[in-house]
């Protein structure tokens, strides 16, 4: 099983920018397709952004898209997600996980999970 631990949180200006990186434990990393989440205080969680485990397909939620990159580096087992212009609505926490498939469905599905890490905090102030 594939452990992950989320790191790179912090608190930032709005317009500014941090990488969030998500270690995994295990050699099948590079089997994965991996993603992102995040919850926001008071809100449901909500998927931001996959790739798939050979790192040439992406997907971003409309909300993040042309402001997040994700990418994976496997010598690493690190995936990271890039955020720029960021906005206080931007505020929550981030957590990665393997999913299925990279595709908006299979994110949606993951939503479901009980088994979440203990993400890592971004705070966009105003």
């Known amino acids: 099983q594939v452990q992950l631990v989320e790191s790179g949180g912090g608190l930032v200006q709005a317009g500014g920018s941090l990488r969030l990186s998500c270690v995994a434990s295990?050699?099948?990393?590079?089997?994965?397709?991996m993603g992102w989440f995040r919850q926001a205080p008071g809100k449901e969680r909500e998927e931001i952004s996959c790739?798939?485990?050979?790192?040439?397909?992406?997907y971003y939620t409309d909300s993040v898209k042309g402001r997040f990159t994700i990418s994976r580096d496997k010598t690493k087992n690190t995936v990271y997600l890039q955020m720029s212009n960021l906005k206080s609505e931007d505020t929550a926490a981030y957590y990665c996980?393997?999913?299925?498939?990279?595709?908006?469905?299979?994110?949606?599905?993951?939503?479901?999970?009980?088994?979440w890490g203990r993400g890592t905090q971004v705070t966009v102030s105003s």
């Open positions: 790739i798939s485990n050979s790192g040439d397909r992406t």
């Open positions: 996980k393997v999913v299925p498939m990279c595709t908006a469905i299979q994110l949606q599905r993951m939503l479901r999970s009980d088994s």
């Open positions: 295990g050699r099948t990393f590079s089997r994965y397709s």
